[in-house]
């Protein structure tokens, strides 16, 4: 039985931890803000944002991170403390979805220039073969979990040709073609926007790298709402500033959040968002339905949702 669930004050970064404690006031457990102090070694369960060491000895049993990507978690050892680790894929493809729509949309229409050009009050008409509809434009997808079929569904209904990149190359809906990850090359080669939702792995470390940038299409934009390090960033970086790829929209990065030198910063084809492109002031509600499923599975006895370790 879970008599205690802890949500770590780290999940602030998304939301205020109160306002999931009482999202989940009807849980069939003591729910409370807790630190990694004493009150951590009362708790059965942790909800939370961040990773830290302490949690390994704490004697929970569960730990629930409030993000899709779990790889600053250390699997081998939560293993070895009998620590089980659930994450919160599932629930992203409708925003992550509609923030990919909107970065493309910005792109074809020149709406980045229009606003960079209101803050200098400059009426200024762009190049007159600047702008294209994103309506038989190609998109590829790599990864078709639920952020990749989030971003296929949008772009299918904008009347773009979508092709995806997938482990087992199965029909995905909205997916035109879909390829194996062994024919990446072949997959991008031809697309106008490529964009990256895959895990952070040890397969997927540096999968855009010098090579794929040389395999793109010299007017294509690089979408990366996935993990930074998914993509080797001075590559992108001499791509970008040798004319080589026409963008980039950036929700992540190697190192977070960007420093203020780096280059990406200034570069007029770029957009730099936060890490925020599943932002949404829903977000607890969804984890607060994550963690009550699995308070209730934990207590009936049954495996766990959403489990990664
Ligand atoms: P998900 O588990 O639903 O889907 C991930 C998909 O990637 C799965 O279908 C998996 O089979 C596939 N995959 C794994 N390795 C692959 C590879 N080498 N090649 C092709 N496909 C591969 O997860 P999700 O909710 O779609 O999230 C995906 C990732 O996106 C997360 O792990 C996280 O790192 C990132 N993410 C970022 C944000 C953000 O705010 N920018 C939000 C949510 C998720």
Do not use: K
């Amino acid at each position: 039985m879970v008599s205690q669930v802890g949500i770590h004050p780290s999940v602030e970064r998304l939301f205020p931890p109160a306002v999931l404690r009482d999202a989940l006031s009807d849980v069939d457990a003591e729910v409370r803000v807790v630190d990694t102090g004493a009150a951590l070694g009362e708790c059965d369960g942790l909800v939370t944002f961040e990773y830290d060491a302490g949690f390994l000895s704490a004697g929970l049993d569960w730990v629930h991170s409030i993000q899709s990507g779990v790889d600053r978690f250390p699997f081998e050892e939560l293993e070895a403390h009998g620590v089980r680790l659930t994450n919160s894929a599932g629930i992203h493809g409708d925003t992550v979805g509609e923030t990919v729509a909107g970065y493309m949309l910005q792109f074809a229409r020149g709406l980045h220039h229009h606003r960079t050009n209101q803050t200098e009050r400059e009426w200024s008409y762009p190049a007159w073969d600047s702008a294209f509809t994103l309506r038989g434009q190609t998109l590829c997808v790599v990864g078709l979990g639920t952020l990749g079929r989030g971003i296929a569904m949008r772009a299918d209904a904008l009347g773009m040709d979508v092709v995806g990149v997938r482990r087992t190359p199965t029909p995905v809906d909205h997916v035109d073609t879909v390829y194996p990850t062994t024919e990446l090359h072949e997959a991008i080669g031809d697309a106008r926007f490529v964009a990256l939702a895959v895990p952070l792995t040890d397969r997927t470390s540096g999968l855009m790298a010098r090579s794929e940038f040389e395999a793109l299409r010299d007017d294509a934009y690089l979408i990366n709402v996935a993990r930074g390090a998914v993509v080797d960033q001075s590559a992108l970086v001499a791509a970008l500033r040798s004319d080589a790829l026409a963008g980039a929209a950036l929700d992540v990065f190697e190192t977070e959040p960007l420093p203020a030198e780096s280059p990406l910063w200034g570069m007029e084809n770029v957009v730099v968002t936060p890490h925020t492109a599943a932002a949404t002031h829903e977000y607890y509600r969804r984890i607060a339905a994550l963690v009550r499923e699995n308070v209730r599975r934990l207590n009936d006895e049954e495996g766990l949702a959403n489990r990664v370790v």
